[in-house]
Each structure stands twice: as structure tokens, then as C-alpha cells.
């Protein structure tokens, strides 16, 4: 079994406050592939790593920058592997366009830091990460989907909805945007369809016949967020392509005791 790529979600929250400087310090001195941070534009043009979403109004409140996070990876370790969370909720009224906002603002500054091998533009807008294949053909694009009923539980704040029903309805606008005659695609075939190369998933989302479809299409498979080894050791067995976990360090030492065991077979 290959070793699946480790990514610290938000920097990975064992040592730091997520989506700060230290904990993505942490993440580049430790043996995780990449990390991922959430990317938000706020009202006063500011291009922050913040994951709750902020009304059109704020303005920068202390947040890193994307420039502050780049200068960071160009310093410490400038081959991390970067995941960046486009933070958009296109099924909000008069926020459709928010997302690709957010990329255009990015762009010039992802050109500067150059590798663009090394850093997946990552979001739940999908037309965004379409439109990202359109302006930034070069980087990778990985569409992140999920299930309503894990939406339970979560805050307005978080999601940007007031009814989990909404994204739903959502993905099956984009879904059938494909064209006349295309309804009747799923989400992975869509994905393929709009130029994606990675379907990101909740990992409970995740079965053995989904990561066959998407293998067909070629797209790779990366589960969030994983954070016991219950389930870090059910999402190995399906062969995923990267995880996306808050415990960096102790899923490392998972992988470890892996390749240990599996050194003395």
C-alpha cells in the first residue's frame, strides 16, 4: 500500500491556534507533506487566513495574510505542499461570484511564489475551481464535496447557510450546468467534466464503489478530516490518495508503526 500524502488541516491543531503562522511553522518542521489553510477576501481587500466566514463589511484583524503565508513557505521549507480553501458560499444571495473574486485577488500573488505544483487551490464553490482551471490552469484544483446530513451541528458561520438544504440544492444546479443531455451526471463525473483532478471528500462520505468511479475518471481521492485511527486506518484500506487531518503528528506515528510492521514481514 502506498503511503497517502499528509496534509495538516488549518496548519493541524495539536501545537497552535489553527490558521496562524505557528501552527503552519509547525506543520513545515514537521514530516507532513502540506498543509492546508482557509483563504477568505474581506471588505477591505485583505486576502486572510480565516476559516469562519466574515460578513463583505470586516476588514483585517490580525489574521496572516496570504502574502505573510507565502513568505513564510519561502522561508522555512518553499517546497511544502500548500492546499488553500477558497472560503466562498455561492448558495448565498449575491455571493455567486465571491469565489472567483477571491482567485482573481490571488492570482497575481500565487504567480509571484511560483511551484505552482506544490499548491492545490482548493473550495466547496465549485464554479470557482472551474473558473480556477479557466486563470490558473497550472495548479491542481481539488473539489471538495459533502453530505448534507453531516451539515447537522454547524453554525451559520461556519457554513454560510441557514439550511443545510441549500448547498444541496446548490450542487445539483452546478451538477446540471454540464449542458443539455447532461443531468444526469454525478458529482465525480461533473467534477471530471469541469477539468478537476481531485475530488476531496468528507471522509465518511468515502466507499470502496466511489473510489472506483473516481479512479476511472482519473481523478485522485482525498478524505478530511481525519482524526482517530479508526478512521484514519478505514480511509488507508480504501486506498486514498491524501488525508487531510488536525492531528498531524499523531498520524504520522500511524503511518510509522505501518512501515514498521510491514518491514518486518
Known amino acids: 500500500m502506498s503511503r497517502p500524502l499528509l496534509i495538516a488541516h488549518r496548519g493541524g491543531l495539536e501545537h497552535a491556534p489553527e490558521n496562524t503562522l505557528a501552527a503552519f511553522a509547525r506543520a513545515m518542521r514537521s514530516d507532513a507533506d502540506a498543509f492546508e489553510f482557509d483563504l477568505q477576501l474581506l471588505g ?4 486572510v487566513a480565516r476559516h469562519d466566514l466574515l460578513g463583505p463589511a470586516s476588514v483585517a484583524d490580525g ?3 496570504l502574502a505573510d503565508v507565502l513568505a513564510l513557505v519561502a522561508e522555512i521549507r518553499p ?3 500548500l492546499v488553500i480553501d477558497v472560503k466562498a458560499t455561492p448558495w448565498a444571495d449575491g455571493l455567486a461570484d465571491h469565489g472567483r473574486r477571491v482567485l482573481e485577488s490571488a492570482a497575481p500573488l500565487l ?3 511560483g511551484r505552482p505544483e506544490r499548491v492545490t487551490l482548493a473550495s466547496f464553490d465549485l464554479g470557482a475551481m472551474t473558473h480556477a482551471r479557466a486563470i490558473l490552469p497550472e495548479y491542481p484544483t481539488a473539489f471538495h464535496t459533502m453530505a448534507v446530513r453531516w451539515l447537522a451541528g454547524l453554525t451559520q458561520e461556519q457554513t454560510g447557510m441557514t439550511d443545510p438544504r441549500d448547498y444541496l440544492a446548490y450542487l445539483e444546479r452546478w451538477r446540471q450546468e454540464a449542458g ?6 454525478s458529482a465525480l463525473d461533473r467534477i471530471h467534466a469541469a477539468g478537476g483532478t481531485i475530488w476531496s471528500c468528507q471522509y465518511r462520505d468515502l466507499t470502496a464503489q466511489a473510489v472506483a468511479r473516481a479512479r476511472v475518471l482519473g481523478l485522485a481521492v482525498w478524505a ?3 482524526n482517530s485511527a479508526d478512521d484514519f486506518a478505514r480511509v488507508l484500506a480504501l486506498g486514498v490518495d491524501a488525508v487531510t487531518t488536525d492531528r498531524p503528528d499523531a498520524m504520522l506515528q500511524i503511518l510509522s508503526s505501518l512501515d514498521a510492521r510491514n518491514s518486518d514481514v
Not at 477591505?44 to 486576502?47: A, C, E
Not at 443539455?180 to 451526471?185: C, H, Q, R, Y
Request: net charge negative; charged share 25%; proline share 9%.
Open 180 to 185: 443539455p443531455g447532461m443531468e444526469a451526471l
Open 111 to 113: 504567480r509571484k511564489h
Open 63 to 65: 489574521a496572516p495574510t
Open 79 to 81: 517546497d511544502m505542499g
Open 44 to 47: 477591505d481587500g485583505s486576502l
Open 224 to 226: 478530511w478530516t481525519v
